[in-house]
């Protein structure tokens, strides 16, 4: 069966990085969009950013130009690069999978990241 197991979480103090990663089994990795999403206790969770089957990718604009996300097929694994973090990062972060012509959304179980003032 399909399983996202986050890791990489933390926490640091604002203007810190972390470098999260979703390792990945039970479908065809390679073929599929990966996203990324947070969520604080208490509200929505919120969309972060997203890459293609091609590697194209795409960033909401409160992260864009601080986060990288990246993908290795061979390793079946998504990537999340965090720099300049700011205490309004913190949430869980969830790695999300896309699958399927009816594009049926597969989560992990989230990993936590706190940024300290």
């Known amino acids: 069966q399909v399983q996202l197991v986050e890791s990489g979480g933390g926490s640091v103090q604002s203007g810190g990085s972390l470098r999260l990663a979703c390792a990945a089994s039970?479908?065809?990795?390679?073929?599929?969009?990966m996203s990324w999403h947070r969520q604080v206790l208490g509200k929505e969770r919120e969309w972060v950013s997203s890459?293609?089957?091609?590697?194209?990718?795409y960033y909401s604009d409160v992260v864009r130009g601080r986060f990288t996300i990246s993908r290795d097929n061979a390793k079946n694994t998504l990537y999340l690069e965090m720099n300049s973090l700011k205490p309004e990062d913190t949430a869980v972060y969830y790695c999300?999978?896309?699958?399927?012509?009816?594009?049926?959304?597969?989560w992990g179980q989230g990993t936590q990241v706190t940024v300290s003032s």
């Open positions: 039970g479908f065809i990795f390679g073929r599929n969009t």
């Open positions: 890459i293609d089957g091609e590697g194209v990718s």
């Open positions: 999300k999978a896309t699958l399927g012509i009816r594009g049926l959304d597969k």
